[in-house]
């Protein structure tokens, strides 16, 4: 795959957030590479809050790694 | 987005737990901005235990972020 | 909401668990702040295994944060 | 709740595996005091591997906060 | 029970993992004594995709302690 | 198994996301070795939301292993 991630360093916590989404996404896509079977999937579930919850927990668990590395941001 | 999330630091545990729960909800935000799939996905699931329960745990695991980086409000 | 945790420091370790037994079910009830609501679910799944295990999960997870803000309760 | 929970420093890896063990059963017992139902939703999923992986899991994460507080028994 | 599980340390990443993987299993163990009942659970769920997951992530977490315990292997 | 993971030290992030989505696998392949089983139960699941979702919840526990072990790539 092409190059999608340089660094975990990230100038506030808004944008590691942001980051930690990128790599819940990016887990995804690893796993189902096939882009038309993707969005299948994301449109039947996009409303599901079982699903939405279940985002939300993967952002949780990459932004506790990207808060760390950036040591949570304290200046 | 607009600027939502400026700093990880506050004042007390509970400013702490209630900060957790803002990280979660904007989890879910970030992956369905559609206020009105979120809302009818929220209306189908907001009095079943296991959706609840889920949404704890995603509390949870921010709420061990938010600790960490406010030393756990050690004085 | 009116205060409800002014710290994470506990006695015991028995102590801590059952702090972190209140933030999961503050974690819920913050979710779904509607009594009513909260009590018709948590009938429906009360003798359900695989409810008792997620709530025993979240538990887990909170209690790592308390045991480590209470430095795992070393004399 | 009676004293069941004195300390979390044991003598040896499996006996921390097996303290791990215990403290996802008392996150299961908090939950639902009732033994009666406790035992019926137990008997139900006994046998079902979702539920067994889900209480492997909580294991996992105490397992976790006692190999950290025992400092992974370094001798 | 006998003795299964005398350290956490191991001599190599792959050895760490194929100690997480045991730990995984024996909270299953443990959790369900009864090997018929265990056989009978596995045989109907080892193809089933969530529950392989769910393994996959019991190992993980084992796999977080474990690692951390080993210094990462850090020569 | 043969030799499959000698080292957790990668050179870039990008690197050891894709490490953990190996580790992520192998947990899944150790679980279920016959290859067939389990090239079945993902053509069932590889389309399912819910099935990507844990996917990449396994890969972000591993990122955070593998990204502590690297000290985050700080140079």
New interface residues.
Partial sequence: ?D???????VK???DG??LA?K??????K???P?ME??K???A??????????????????????I???NN???T
């Fill in positions: 795959m190059s999608w991630l340089e660094t975990l360093f506030t916590p808004q957030f942001e989404i790599l819940a996404r990016m887990g995804v690893y796993t189902q096939d079977k993707l299948k999937g994301r039947q579930y996009a409303d599901d809050a079982q699903f939405l919850i279940a985002a939300s927990q993967v952002i949780a668990i990459h932004y506790q790694t808060a760390k590395a949570y941001w304290k």
